[in-house]
């Protein structure tokens, strides 16, 4: 029997490297964003974090009319510090750079949620871990919160988490949002990539083995999705 093909609405991909050039998942995202943007014209949103705030960077062309309503909601209502524009690559498809910087207030918390709900063990981690965790964290709140307020119950939506950076995001949105029946049911699709876990075995420093192992525990919750 034939499976049958559906086509999502929209498509939410987050990214340390969104429109932060850093490393070869910038090569990657940028280089296949037109081909996206011009078979889903303003459907793709890209998800990154907002390293400079109110300052200018050449990658992020800021457009404040774009999304303007849902971007003030998510400030008052949700307490998310969000700008909308524009990536500066081929295609210029939308970005949404989030300030996470309020989410270590809560990182304990947020650590405690993932060990009840999903088992991911955090209480070691640390450095990279945190930072790359507390944005994972609001780029996931950020989905749903413009889900919720921009799309409907009939849209098909794919969220794509591009490596373990952006792991505990996704969880969250398997969590608060996936179980709705209206929301995610019928697409999820993740990019999982086993950086951190060479760094484990081809790295002889603990601190770094330590970094791995934990990476590794976030891929392992997120591969059965």
């Known amino acids: 029997m034939a499976k049958e093909l559906l086509t999502p609405d929209y498509i939410f991909e987050s990214s340390w490297e969104v429109c932060n050039k850093v490393g070869g998942i910038y090569t990657v995202l940028?280089?296949?964003?037109?081909?996206?943007?011009?078979?889903?014209p303003d459907k793709v949103f890209f998800i990154g974090p907002d390293f400079w705030l109110h300052r200018k960077t050449p990658l992020f062309i800021e457009d404040k009319d774009l999304y303007a309503e849902w971007r003030n909601h998510a400030l008052e209502h949700e307490k998310l510090s969000v700008r909308v524009g524009?990536?500066?690559?081929?295609?210029?498809?939308?970005?949404?750079?989030?300030?996470?910087?309020?989410?270590?207030?809560?990182?304990?918390?947020?650590?405690?949620?993932?060990?009840?709900?999903?088992?991911?063990d955090s209480l070691h981690a640390y450095g990279d871990y945190d930072e790359a965790s507390m944005f994972s964290y609001a780029a996931g709140?950020?989905?749903?919160?413009?889900?919720?307020?921009?799309?409907?119950?009939?849209?098909?939506?794919?969220?794509?988490?591009h490596e373990w950076m952006t792991g505990l995001g996704a969880l969250y949105l398997q969590k608060t949002v996936q179980?709705?029946?209206?929301?995610?049911?019928?697409?999820?699709?993740?990019?999982?990539?086993?950086?951190?876990?060479?760094?484990?075995?081809l790295n002889q420093d603990f601190q770094l083995q330590k970094t791995g192992y934990y990476c590794h525990l976030i891929q392992q919750k997120l591969i059965p999705m």
């Open 141 to 161: 709140k950020v989905v749903e919160s413009f889900y919720r307020y921009n799309l409907t119950m009939s849209d098909k939506v794919i969220y794509q988490a």
């Open 86 to 120: 524009r990536w500066n690559i081929p295609g210029k498809p939308v970005a949404i750079l989030v300030d996470f910087s309020p989410f270590f207030e809560m990182k304990n918390q947020i650590y405690a949620e993932m060990w009840n709900d999903f088992q991911v």
């Open 179 to 201: 179980k709705h029946k209206d929301i995610f049911h019928k697409f999820h699709r993740f990019m999982l990539l086993l950086k951190c876990v060479l760094h484990t075995i």
């Open 30 to 40: 940028s280089t296949r964003a037109k081909t996206l943007q011009d078979s889903f």
